[in-house]
């Protein structure tokens, strides 16, 4: 998972993969306007980010593509590069409705049978929590996610995890531990 929102994944286009690096480009979002048009515009903190994928993502957007392209090939249509990754059309000119990400979450979710109080941006949730929980640096995670700060991504997303805080009793019990072969202040 990228852990990007649902706006800048909409607006991910074929020439934003890199397949040879294993490489993301998130350079704008998807926004629907009050009339319902969709347009594109900046990232929330108007900065690009370039992410690592790993290898398996990378397989899984080899196969997208090429689930595109089967059904364009009958029509002579080819995926334009500069077309968006997830489009309803044949040659990726349009991106997915903001709204279709939600439904697609709410069909999957349902399917797989997890509690309705799960929405789509909790993916963006877990992802953050889950590599924080993990050790990666929140530098990283802050950049992976486009936080302008990394406070913003602690003060946002540092939920406290029950399993780290055990870690965090652990080491301190270990270091108390391994410190009491100090000798003790003798008694007067």
């Known amino acids: 998972m990228v852990g990007g929102r649902r706006g800048e994944v909409g607006a991910v286009r074929w020439n934003n993969v890199d397949f040879s690096t294993g490489e993301l480009a998130i350079t704008k979002?998807?926004?629907e306007s009050r009339d319902r048009s969709i347009y594109e515009k900046d990232t929330m903190t108007h900065q690009a980010r370039r992410i690592a994928l790993d290898a398996a993502t990378v397989e899984v957007l080899r196969a997208w593509r090429a689930a595109v392209e089967e059904p364009a090939k009958?029509?002579?249509?080819?995926?334009?590069?500069?077309?968006?990754?997830f489009s309803p059309e044949l040659d990726g000119s349009k991106p997915w409705r903001?709204?279709?990400?939600?439904s697609a979450w709410r069909r999957l979710r349902d399917r797989i049978g997890l509690d309705p109080a799960?929405?789509?941006?909790?993916?963006?949730?877990?992802?953050a929590t889950r590599l924080?929980?993990?050790?990666?640096?929140?530098?990283?995670v802050s950049g992976r996610l486009g936080h302008a700060r990394p406070a913003?991504?602690?003060?946002?997303?540092?939920?406290?995890?029950?399993?780290?805080?055990?870690v965090a009793a652990d080491v301190i019990g270990d270091l108390l531990t391994t410190s009491s072969t100090v000798d003790a202040p003798e008694e007067r």
């Open 152 to 166: 913003t991504t602690l003060n946002v997303y540092a939920h406290l995890i029950p399993a780290t805080d055990r």
């Open 118 to 127: 799960v929405r789509l941006h909790g993916l963006r949730h877990f992802t």
């Open 132 to 140: 924080l929980d993990a050790g990666v640096p929140v530098k990283t």
């Open 29 to 31: 979002a998807l926004v």
């Open 74 to 85: 009958p029509f002579g249509v080819t995926v334009r590069a500069d077309g968006f990754v």
């Open 98 to 102: 903001p709204y279709h990400w939600t």
